[in-house]
């Protein structure tokens, strides 16, 4: 009763077997090797957070902030995003609202668990989308921790986050203030979204390169107020192992992202194929050699949450556009290594769902076109949809403020929401042979009993309350 009564936002527990910890990474941008074009000079690192599993023990250190500092900037930021009027965020970033005080509930800067001597943890890379953060989605990230999954959560500087700080020599900081765009479609929007993208793609680059530096031993420097832990030897950064993920805006990076990587040194065969390829300027080229050609596959598993696809759609990226996600290639059917969820909110809106369809395609141009049906199919990507939720509820924004999610946006059951895509994201990585430990079901919430096999929730036909699937073809 006094929980309910208690008026700071706070997250329930994870409901993995194992503990969690946290920590706060920014690397500077010249510790990092890379040949890629850079698109924006100002941008001296990289910031994410990591979420991972953690020795058990009885002294919690449940002091990490979810909302970042300087919290006076971070809340005048939300409220701008929000469009408040400047008075209104002003007088919020001045006085303790309660949201100052809500922390995670992972131990802070906590050593990695050991895995064994030749153990190595699987690794998801999430891209934000618009307004979010490095922390905004840490219930799914440190749920999936919990079970086993080492979940790295970068911070864009491309001014999609509300706000942005990066550490500088000498104490100083430079800020990244949000960018407000219109919405519509139009050539200069695009552009303008393209310029976001080239930022994002190569920052996903760079902080797979120093995940990997950090993997074989390397000692990068951290300006993070943090004494984050040691990962040396213990991630499996080994070919298609790790899971790329992103919500909207960053649903979309992930997409482009994969494709840019894995389609860059494909040739047009057709004239039409030859046409759009010739206008197609590349908004991020891996570097000759680089890892990611090695760990991008079409077993590379990809997580697509309310994917934004208005991005995808300039002249830029028209050609990679009409290209398959990796899954599709090589011998016999394509791989059950893609999941997308929808919340109702995308679901409902005809273009998003139809575009969502289109790039879950073989052949996403021919898809738009037609709109239509051409079957069914048993392999492939996999799309469901969860009704009575809003975009917001595949954030942490759904948990936090279950009340006014529920009030203005009408979404139900926020906790159960995210449960649910965690356990799709689970069996999605099982069924792939990367193993993760099982997570408590919600009517054994207070018990022992976990799911260690959940097949029901990936099948087309499944029968679980506030999970639909939608076919593709």
């Given at each position: 009763?006094?929980?309910?009564?208690?008026?700071?936002?706070?997250?329930?527990?994870?409901?993995?077997?194992?503990?969690?910890?946290?920590?706060?990474?920014?690397?500077?941008?010249?510790?990092?090797?890379?040949?890629?074009?850079?698109?924006?000079?100002?941008?001296?690192?990289?910031k994410?957070?990591?979420?991972y599993?953690?020795?058990?023990?009885?002294?919690?250190?449940?002091?990490?902030?979810?909302?970042?500092?300087?919290?006076?900037?971070?809340?005048?930021?939300?409220?701008?995003?929000?469009?408040?009027?400047?008075?209104?965020?002003?007088?919020?970033?001045?006085?303790?609202?309660?949201?100052?005080?809500?922390?995670?509930?992972?131990?802070?800067?906590?050593?990695?668990?050991?895995?064994?001597?030749?153990?190595?943890?699987?690794?998801?890379?999430?891209?934000?989308?618009?307004?979010?953060?490095?922390?905004?989605?840490?219930?799914?990230?440190?749920?999936?921790?919990?079970?086993?999954?080492?979940?790295?959560?970068?911070?864009?500087?491309?001014?999609?986050?509300?706000?942005?700080?990066?550490?500088?020599?000498?104490?100083?900081?430079?800020?990244?203030?949000?960018?407000?765009?219109?919405?519509?479609?139009?050539?200069?929007?695009?552009?303008?979204?393209?310029?976001?993208?080239?930022?994002?793609?190569?920052?996903?680059e760079?902080?797979?390169?120093?995940l990997?530096?950090?993997?074989?031993?390397?000692?990068?420097?951290?300006?993070?107020?943090?004494?984050?832990?040691?990962?040396?030897?213990?991630?499996?950064?080994?070919?298609?192992?790790?899971?790329?993920?992103g919500?909207?805006?960053?649903?979309?990076?992930?997409?482009?992202?994969?494709?840019s990587?894995?389609?860059?040194?494909a040739?047009p065969?057709?004239?039409?194929?030859?046409?759009s390829?010739?206008?197609?300027?590349?908004?991020?080229?891996?570097?000759?050699?680089?890892?990611?050609?090695?760990?991008?596959?079409?077993?590379?598993?990809?997580?697509?949450?309310?994917?934004?696809?208005?991005?995808?759609?300039?002249?830029?990226?028209?050609?990679?556009?009409?290209?398959p996600?990796?899954?599709?290639?090589?011998?016999?059917?394509?791989?059950?290594?893609?999941?997308?969820?929808?919340?109702?909110q995308?679901?409902?809106?005809?273009?998003?769902?139809?575009?969502?369809?289109?790039?879950?395609?073989?052949?996403?141009?021919?898809?738009?076109?037609?709109?239509?049906?051409?079957?069914?199919?048993?392999?492939?990507?996999?799309?469901?949809?969860?009704?009575?939720?809003?975009?917001?509820?595949?954030?942490?924004?759904?948990?936090?403020?279950?009340?006014?999610?529920?009030?203005?946006?009408?979404?139900?059951?926020?906790?159960?929401?995210?449960?649910l895509?965690?356990?799709?994201?689970?069996?999605?990585l099982?069924?792939?042979q990367?193993?993760?430990?099982?997570?408590?079901?919600?009517?054994?919430?207070?018990?022992?009993?976990?799911?260690?096999?959940?097949?029901?929730?990936?099948?087309?036909?499944?029968?679980?309350?506030?999970?639909?699937?939608?076919?593709?073809?």
């Amino acid at each position: 009763m006094f929980s309910s009564l208690n008026p700071v936002p706070s997250f329930p527990r994870y409901r993995g077997p194992l503990s969690v910890g946290t920590s706060e990474y920014e690397i500077p941008i010249s510790d990092i090797s890379s040949t890629s074009k850079v698109p924006d000079h100002t941008i001296s690192t990289i910031k994410f957070r990591i979420f991972y599993p953690t020795p058990s023990t009885q002294d919690e250190d449940f002091s990490a902030s979810w909302l970042p500092e300087p919290q006076k900037e971070w809340v005048q930021a939300y409220c701008d995003f929000l469009n408040a009027p400047p008075k209104i965020a002003s007088f919020f970033s001045h006085i303790p609202i309660p949201l100052k005080y809500t922390t995670l509930p992972a131990n802070r800067d906590a050593s990695l668990l050991s895995k064994g001597s030749s153990g190595r943890w699987p690794v998801l890379i999430f891209s934000h989308g618009l307004g979010g953060s490095c922390n905004a989605y840490s219930h799914l990230l440190g749920s999936l921790a919990s079970c086993g999954v080492v979940c790295i959560a970068p911070e864009h500087r491309d001014q999609s986050a509300p706000v942005s700080l990066i550490r500088q020599g000498g104490g100083s900081t430079k800020v990244v203030r949000y960018k407000k765009m219109s919405h519509d479609p139009s050539p200069e929007v695009l552009s303008q979204r393209n310029e976001q993208l080239r930022v994002r793609l190569w920052e996903l680059e760079l902080l797979y390169t120093a995940l990997s530096n950090l993997n074989n031993g390397e000692n990068l420097r951290n300006l993070a107020d943090t004494t984050a832990p040691s990962v040396s030897r213990k991630l499996d950064l080994g070919p298609s192992k790790v899971a790329w993920a992103g919500h909207s805006f960053g649903a979309a990076t992930v997409v482009q992202f994969v494709k840019s990587v894995f389609w860059h040194q494909a040739v047009p065969k057709t004239a039409s194929e030859r046409r759009s390829r010739s206008m197609f300027q590349s908004l991020y080229t891996p570097a000759k050699n680089s890892p990611l050609e090695e760990q991008i596959t079409p077993q590379s598993p990809i997580v697509l949450l309310d994917l934004w696809t208005m991005p995808l759609g300039g002249d830029e990226t028209l050609w990679l556009w009409g290209k398959p996600l990796p899954c599709y290639t090589g011998d016999g059917q394509p791989k059950n290594n893609v999941l997308a969820i929808m919340s109702e909110q995308f679901y409902n809106w005809t273009t998003i769902l139809e575009r969502m369809k289109a790039v879950l395609s073989k052949n996403p141009a021919e898809q738009e076109r037609s709109r239509g049906s051409s079957g069914t199919k048993s392999h492939g990507p996999r799309l469901f949809y969860s009704p009575n939720t809003a975009h917001l509820s595949q954030s942490d924004f759904g948990v936090l403020f279950p009340w006014a999610t529920k009030k203005w946006l009408r979404a139900e059951e926020p906790e159960r929401t995210l449960l649910l895509n965690t356990r799709a994201i689970l069996q999605l990585l099982r069924e792939n042979q990367i193993s993760v430990a099982g997570i408590k079901m919600e009517e054994n919430a207070e018990g022992d009993e976990v799911t260690l096999n959940d097949e029901l929730i990936l099948a087309e036909h499944g029968n679980i309350q506030g999970w639909v699937p939608v076919p593709i073809d």
